[in-house]
Nanobody
């Protein structure tokens, strides 16, 4: 059974930092693109960042570019999201996901991702 488990969310003041982790189990995802998405109440799921299997290609949503960094450790089947200079508008549930059809391409459409974690809540206070 494939499982993605996120951790690292919490409550932080504006300007602070958090590091999210997502551990994949059940099968190895070291050859697949992985991504982070977020969803705030009443809003659509939004692409945050994605990373190719090798880690050489990374892409970011416009609202987080320059503040967030995605990385991965294939030996640990884990993807990370370092979030700096957090803003209240970053408040959302953050989900990691796997695109099992891609390895070198990072797609922004959540429909391209087949496996999803339950999410971790990030709340940024002003």
């Amino acid at each position: 059974q494939v499982q993605l488990v996120e951790s690292g969310g919490g409550l932080v003041q504006a300007g602070g930092s958090l590091r999210l982790s997502c551990v994949a189990s059940g099968r190895a995802f070291s050859t697949n693109t992985m991504g982070w998405f977020r969803q705030a109440p009443g809003k659509e799921r939004e692409f945050v960042a994605g990373i190719s299997w090798s880690g050489r290609s990374t892409f970011y949503g416009g609202s987080v570019k320059g503040r967030f960094t995605i990385s991965r450790d294939n030996a640990k089947n884990t993807v990370y999201l370092q979030m700096n200079s957090l803003k209240p508008e970053d408040t959302a549930v953050y989900h990691c996901a796997v695109d099992q059809s891609s390895f070198n391409v990072v797609l922004r459409n959540p429909r391209e991702y087949e496996y999803w974690g339950q999410g971790t809540q990030v709340t940024v206070s002003s």
